[in-house]
């Protein structure tokens, strides 16, 4: 169990695109989903945390207007990098969780590869 | 907020020898450890986890031990194989749940 699906694995794209992610837990309810980034050979950055029905909460120095998230149902949540740039290229990695609280673990999506030409 | 160190960024072994990764953390009131492996350009896999109420818990090759007092925790994998090559994350849970993730450990095992 805990399977979390992440769509698309990959996208190239021009720049000033919007793209937008999807995260999927298949086979439970995440009452919460993570959004990281990815820099090569480096850590998981945690962008924001995404709460079903409710606004998501931003990590510091991350743009809310820049990274959309939506989390609409118990089983989805979305990123949308808007007006995507170069810089914004990285690989992009979703998280869910069950439940609620310390002590419970997270799964990870497989990522989705951005690139902004 | 939540601060997670991990030694050392890179770690060699002969196959069948052991590898030790080892975590600090700041955070008094995290109270959960897991630790996911990566292989390149995979998502990170859950490997074993651990929480503040236990000092130690073992799963076939893989033991993690943590001590409470002195805010570190660490990554035991015995009798390594080729396909324990990879990159391990270790990390921390803050009071709201969320998780601090440490640099990362490159583990090569070579034949």
């Known amino acids: 169990g805990a399977v979390v699906s992440q769509h698309p694995s990959w996208v190239i794209c021009k720049s000033g695109t919007s793209v937008k992610i999807e995260c999927r837990s298949l086979?439970?309810?995440?009452?919460?989903m993570f959004w990281y980034r990815q820099f090569p050979k480096q850590s998981l950055m945690l962008m924001a945390t995404?709460?079903?029905?409710?606004?998501?909460?931003?990590e510091q120095g991350v743009e809310k207007d820049k990274f959309l998230i939506n989390h609409a149902s118990l089983t989805l949540s979305t990123l949308t990098v808007t007006s995507a740039h170069p810089e914004d290229s990285s690989f992009y990695i979703c998280s869910a969780r069950r439940d609620r609280g310390m002590g419970q673990p997270q799964h990870f999506g497989d990522g989705t590869r951005l690139s902004i030409l | 907020g939540e601060n997670v160190e991990q030694h050392p960024s890179t770690l060699s072994v002969q196959e069948g020898d052991s590898a030790v990764i080892k975590c600090t953390y700041s955070?008094?009131?995290?109270?959960?450890f897991p630790w996911y492996k990566q292989e390149l350009g995979k998502r990170p896999q859950l490997i074993i986890d651990?929480?503040?109420?236990?000092g130690e818990k073992k799963d076939q090759r893989i033991a993690v031990t943590l001590n409470k007092t002195a805010k570190h925790f660490s990554l035991h994998i015995t009798e390594t194989q080729p396909e324990d090559s990879a990159v391990y994350f270790c990390a921390a849970s803050d009071s709201w749940g969320k998780l601090q993730f440490g640099a990362g450990t490159q583990v090569v095992v070579t034949p």
């Open positions: 995404s709460n079903e029905g409710s606004k998501a909460t931003y």
């Open positions: 086979d439970f309810q995440a009452t919460t």
């Open positions: 651990i929480r503040s109420n236990v």
């Open positions: 955070d008094s009131a995290s109270n959960y």
